[in-house]
């Protein structure tokens, strides 16, 4: 358990950076664990209404991997979908792939991150301590 333990703490301390959504990647550079147990950790801290899901498009077009929107649910059409940097096209045909070209990110809910400031009034809203530190992302 103290693995879980490990990866609520690294969340508890992002929740209060001044950054809008992060990757699974990130606190599992951060701790250490497997990508699938945070993974697996952040959707369950979905379900306590900690955090929130989204599903980030990005574009599959060659150097692109742009990311062309951000959505709660996996339900878009990829049809109706272009990539105005390098021009590609979702067809029809790519509605059953969508799984290729999402990947989760993650919000801190509102209400958690006020609850959290309360509970640590000494943590200041700006970026802690981030200077020299390596694993950002
Ligand atoms: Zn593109």
């Given at each position: ?6 990866i ?17 990647t ?17 959707l ?51 509605d ?33 301590l981030?200077?020299g530190?390596?694993h950002?992302?």
């Amino acid at each position: 358990m103290a693995l879980v333990w490990k990866i609520d703490e690294v969340v508890n301390e992002i929740a209060l950076w001044p950054i809008k959504r992060f990757y699974p990647t990130l606190i599992a550079k951060r701790t250490g664990i497997s990508l699938d147990a945070v993974f697996t950790r952040l959707l369950e801290l979905t379900k306590d209404q900690k955090l929130c899901v989204k599903w980030e498009l990005r574009c599959p077009g060659d150097n692109c991997a742009r990311t062309l929107l951000v959505i709660d649910e996996k339900t878009i059409k990829l049809r109706d979908v272009f990539c105005q940097y390098c021009g590609h096209d979702f067809c029809e045909e790519d509605d059953g792939d969508i799984y290729e070209y999402i990947y989760p990110v993650f919000e801190v809910c509102k209400d958690y991150k006020e609850y959290l400031r309360k509970v640590n009034p000494s943590i200041k809203k700006k970026q802690p301590l981030m200077i020299g530190k390596k694993h950002l992302n």
